[in-house]
């Protein structure tokens, strides 16, 4: 149920999120506003991302913080189609992002609670890969619905853009059921017992453990390159001629190569260590990504770049997870998670933004290649990191 949660959720989320990209440019904003934009996203959930942590430690049943997120997700695309100006679109976007942090932190300390440690990186890897799947799906159907025509006057673009939003919005409705049928029950008498032996750490404690802080770098960097991916490449495709259509098919097409190596991961970490597999994440994504920018208007070597780059960036997500968890006393793991999380939604602010201001003068490519470079900086705090 919360695989099947997920995916829906996921699915609406990442349908709306370039649809947000296309009408702000139909609204009359730049890219300077799109990186706000998609800031925003983040921004709002920065304050409460802790706070959620803390609190799924606490609860015995982590349904109902699963179904507050499902419901803030379903809002969110309605208001979207209905936001008439930038600041509403921006606020909108913000209430997304709320519903997306309530639904994954509290998924993330469910697996971290109830599954056994010899499990767990198979199941952040499904997890995660339901967060593809989305990735996938929501970028193909957001490029169907603004259509492959070049040209089209801000008035249509608009329209379309709203009415996709309604279909995202009807996507992430049929969610709730599944939502309210999660069973997400408290661990047996024994594991509580054993989690309640040990004190919650303060933030500063979990900053301490070396594993929580390169982790959380990692996480950022890759978080926040994804989502650069889903904010710039319509801006890049505007700039090049390249139809929204197929935007929308090699967003999927990325999104695709990161499921595949989500659900690979017990293969691969059966003949490579988690920290080497995150460095070839970092370092993979980072490498192949830097050169999309040249040549993005041919799509199928785009399309093969995607899928190299996908896999790298799907690769290091679920891996990080596991690594935090493991880190932590029993009794911190979610505010661990949360604060993993935190750190995704600071980059998620920062960077977006940054990004936006570098694509004004130096176009959409700008924005990508600095990803590149957030990447290959998290490469770099790597060396001497050991698995605990």
Same mark, same amino acid.
């Given at each position: 149920m919360?695989?099947?949660a997920?995916?829906l959720?996921?699915?609406?989320s990442?349908f709306?999120?370039?649809?947000?990209?296309?009408?702000?440019?139909?609204?009359?904003?730049?890219?300077?506003?799109v990186?706000?934009?998609?800031?925003?996203?983040?921004?709002?959930?920065?304050?409460?991302?802790?706070?959620?942590?803390?609190?799924?430690?606490?609860?015995?049943?982590l349904?109902?913080?699963v179904?507050?997120?499902?419901?803030?997700?379903?809002?969110?695309?309605?208001?979207?189609?209905?936001s008439?100006?930038?600041?509403?679109?921006a606020?909108?976007?913000?209430?997304?992002?709320?519903?997306?942090?309530?639904?994954?932190?509290?998924?993330q300390?469910?697996?971290?609670?109830?599954?056994?440690?010899?499990?767990?990186?198979?199941?952040?890897?499904?997890f995660?890969?339901?967060?593809?799947?989305?990735?996938?799906?929501?970028p193909?159907?957001?490029?169907?619905?603004m259509?492959?025509s070049?040209?089209?006057?801000?008035?249509?673009?608009?329209?379309?853009?709203n009415?996709?939003?309604?279909?995202?919005?009807?996507?992430?409705?049929?969610?709730?059921?599944?939502?309210?049928?999660?069973?997400?029950?408290?661990v047996?008498?024994?594991?509580?017992?054993?989690?309640s032996?040990?004190?919650?750490?303060?933030?500063?404690?979990?900053?301490?453990?070396?594993t929580?802080?390169?982790?959380m770098?990692?996480?950022l960097?890759?978080?926040?390159?994804?989502?650069?991916l889903?904010?710039?490449?319509?801006?890049l495709?505007?700039?090049?001629?390249?139809?929204?259509?197929?935007?929308?098919? @090699? =967003? *999927?097409?990325?999104?695709? %190569? &990161?499921? +595949?190596?989500?659900?690979?991961?017990p !293969? $691969?970490?059966?003949?490579?260590?988690?920290?080497?597999l995150?460095?070839?994440?970092l370092a993979g994504a980072?490498?192949?990504?830097?050169?999309?920018p040249?040549?993005?208007?041919?799509?199928?070597?785009?399309?093969?770049l995607?899928?190299i780059?996908?896999?790298?960036?799907?690769?290091?997500?679920?891996?990080?997870?596991?690594?935090?968890?493991?880190?932590?006393?029993?009794?911190?793991?979610?505010?661990?998670?949360a604060?993993?999380?935190?750190?995704?939604?600071?980059?998620?602010?920062?960077?977006?933004a940054a990004?936006? @201001? =570098? *694509?004004?003068p130096?176009? %959409? &490519?700008? +924005?990508l290649?600095?990803?590149?470079? !957030? $990447?290959?900086a998290?490469?770099?705090?790597?060396p001497?990191?050991?698995?605990?």
């Amino acid at each position: 149920m919360l695989i099947a949660a997920a995916g829906l959720c996921q699915v609406a989320s990442n349908f709306a999120r370039p649809l947000i990209s296309y009408k702000v440019l139909a609204l009359g904003g730049d890219s300077i506003i799109v990186g706000v934009t998609s800031a925003s996203y983040a921004l709002v959930p920065v304050a409460a991302a802790l706070w959620l942590g803390r609190v799924s430690d606490r609860r015995a049943s982590l349904r109902e913080i699963v179904i507050v997120g499902t419901l803030l997700l379903s809002v969110g695309p309605f208001v979207l189609s209905l936001s008439p100006s930038l600041l509403l679109v921006a606020v909108a976007s913000a209430l997304l992002g709320m519903g997306q942090l309530c639904f994954t932190i509290a998924g993330q300390a469910a697996i971290a609670r109830f599954v056994p440690a010899s499990h767990m990186d198979a199941a952040f890897g499904w997890f995660t890969a339901s967060f593809a799947v989305g990735q996938m799906v929501g970028p193909l159907l957001a490029g169907l619905a603004m259509g492959s025509s070049q040209g089209v006057p801000a008035g249509v673009r608009l329209a379309d853009a709203n009415t996709g939003l309604l279909i995202a919005g009807i996507i992430s409705v049929l969610a709730v059921p599944f939502a309210f049928g999660t069973t997400l029950k408290p661990v047996s008498a024994d594991k509580q017992d054993a989690a309640s032996s040990s004190r919650p750490e303060s933030v500063s404690a979990l900053l301490r453990y070396p594993t929580v802080r390169t982790n959380m770098v990692a996480s950022l960097a890759l978080l926040a390159t994804t989502d650069i991916l889903v904010a710039f490449l319509p801006l890049l495709g505007e700039d090049q001629g390249v139809p929204p259509v197929i935007v929308g098919i @090699l =967003l *999927a097409v990325r999104a695709a %190569a &990161s499921i +595949a190596s989500r659900l690979l991961l017990p !293969v $691969l970490l059966a003949h490579s260590s988690r920290p080497a597999l995150v460095i070839a994440s970092l370092a993979g994504a980072g490498t192949t990504l830097a050169l999309l920018p040249f040549l993005f208007h041919f799509p199928w070597i785009a399309g093969t770049l995607l899928v190299i780059g996908g896999f790298f960036l799907g690769l290091g997500q679920p891996i990080t997870m596991t690594l935090v968890t493991q880190a932590v006393p029993p009794a911190s793991r979610g505010a661990a998670l949360a604060l993993r999380l935190l750190g995704n939604r600071v980059g998620q602010v920062i960077l977006p933004a940054a990004a936006g @201001l =570098l *694509a004004a003068p130096v176009g %959409a &490519s700008g +924005a990508l290649w600095m990803s590149c470079a !957030v $990447l290959a900086a998290a490469c770099l705090r790597w060396p001497g990191n050991k698995e605990n």
